[in-house]
């Protein structure tokens, strides 16, 4: 039976191939020469007697015969890893996935007071640019992931909410005597757009039934809600914030409200992982510890928190 497996390593070239869709990506990811995950492919086509792959154009497509092996040994090499984790040195790691201003903004402080008060345990943290946060358990190498989203992740996920999203315009702190701001100042302002579907304004706008008095097909757009926060601080525009993530800089006077009112996008910061995670003791201690570092919002001076905004854009 083992002698009629294909090789182990040209599995995993195709798995990698089959996951990034580039034979240049897989054998970057893999330490191997283009021409060497080419040659893999070929021996698993030769041994399997049919097409894995077809290109059309500069694309590669997998075949139908290729989209079940993918599906398959994308299981199967998560179910080795895990396998071979505990028998690893430095395996007390959990390795956490985490969107970058998240991470900027909130996670480093706390994994530092983690650290700091319970040094047993350890967290690799990889903090991730990503439009949409997703993770994906079985083909990426990680135990857990904190995610924005509405709390649905998929079958055999955990999902546990640490705070939720508020959005709130910001700008530079200003003086006590500087002209209030109103909807209509709003219209003639630069925005700032945290992302290219300037989501986060027409969320906001709708809530206040204001989506058709303000343009927004206009301003300067950012990848990152990091970059909008610092663009806005510096006082190039207003931006959109997360109440959580600027919580702080609106205590320290370092961010200023021109619209003392939050608006619940309906998401919010989940820590998830795999219900049948074999570090589900160290999974439920993260958790835990998380949750206690979650600043209450309450005490912040602001008009009211408006619930009931639309999860998605209108």
Not at 72 to 95: H, N, T, V, Y
Not at 229 to 247: C, E, F, R
Request: hydrophobic fraction near 45%; glycine fraction near 6%.
């Amino acid at each position: 039976m083992v002698e009629s497996l294909p090789p182990l390593y040209a599995l995993r070239a195709f798995e990698v191939a089959a996951r990034s869709s580039s034979f240049t990506r897989a054998a970057e990811e893999l330490s191997l020469t283009q021409s060497a995950i080419s040659r893999h492919i070929r021996t698993l086509e030769s041994q399997f007697g049919c097409r894995l792959f077809e290109r059309h154009g500069p694309r590669l497509v997998l075949t139908d015969a290729g989209q079940r092996l993918a599906r398959e040994l994308k299981a199967g090499f998560r179910i080795i890893e895990d396998a071979c984790l505990p028998l690893r040195s430095g395996s007390a790691q959990l390795r956490l996935k985490a969107p970058s201003t998240l991470t900027m903004r909130w996670l480093l402080r706390a994994l530092e007071k983690l650290k700091s008060d319970s040094p047993e345990l350890a967290v690799q943290l990889a903090s991730v640019w990503m439009d949409f946060d997703h993770v994906d358990f079985y083909a990426e190498p990680y135990d857990c992931a904190i995610l924005l989203g509405n709390g649905h992740f998929g079958t055999g996920v955990e999902a546990c909410k640490l705070f939720d999203e508020w959005l709130i315009p910001i700008g530079p702190a200003e003086a006590a005597d500087a002209l209030p701001w109103s909807l209509e100042r709003l219209r003639d302002a630069p925005l700032i757009h945290p992302s290219a579907d300037r989501r986060d304004w027409r969320r906001w706008l709708q809530a206040h039934g204001a989506l058709d008095r303000v343009r927004l097909d206009r301003g300067t757009v950012f990848d990152t809600l990091d970059q909008a926060i610092s663009a806005a601080v510096a006082g190039h525009g207003l931006s959109i914030g997360d109440l959580h993530l600027v919580a702080e800089d609106i205590r320290r006077g370092q961010v200023g409200l021109p619209f003392p009112s939050a608006v619940a996008s309906g998401d919010g910061y989940y820590l998830v992982w795999l219900r049948d995670s074999p570090r589900q003791e160290r999974l439920v201690r993260l958790r835990a510890f998380l949750l206690s570092q979650v600043t209450p919002i309450d005490d912040l001076d602001l008009d009211y928190l408006q619930a009931g905004a639309p999860a998605t854009p209108a």
